[in-house]
């Protein structure tokens, strides 16, 4: 079976139509507001956010990356 990896796989729902990924990219910067503007205040750029079991990566003012809660737990794992 063919590997398809997760970049392609956004591509593919973002080009076909199945997901309009930019809706949800403005429900997830929308939902992140409030964490923004409080790390804005402190001026602070780098933070972490945790709500639902994940826990959503920002560095520079920008979500890098959303780590579930196994991904959370493995030692030596992404941070």
Do not use: C, W
Request: proline share 3%.
């Amino acid at each position: 079976m063919t590997n398809v990896s997760d970049h392609a796989l956004v591509r593919f729902l973002e080009r076909s139509g199945a997901l309009d990924v930019e809706q949800l990219r403005g429900l997830i910067a929308g939902g992140l507001e409030r964490a923004r503007r409080t790390a804005e205040r402190a001026g602070i750029a780098d933070y972490t956010v945790t709500a639902d079991g994940l826990k959503y990566i920002v560095k520079n003012g920008d979500l890098v990356t959303v780590l579930d809660a196994a991904m959370q737990q493995k030692p030596g794992g992404p941070r």
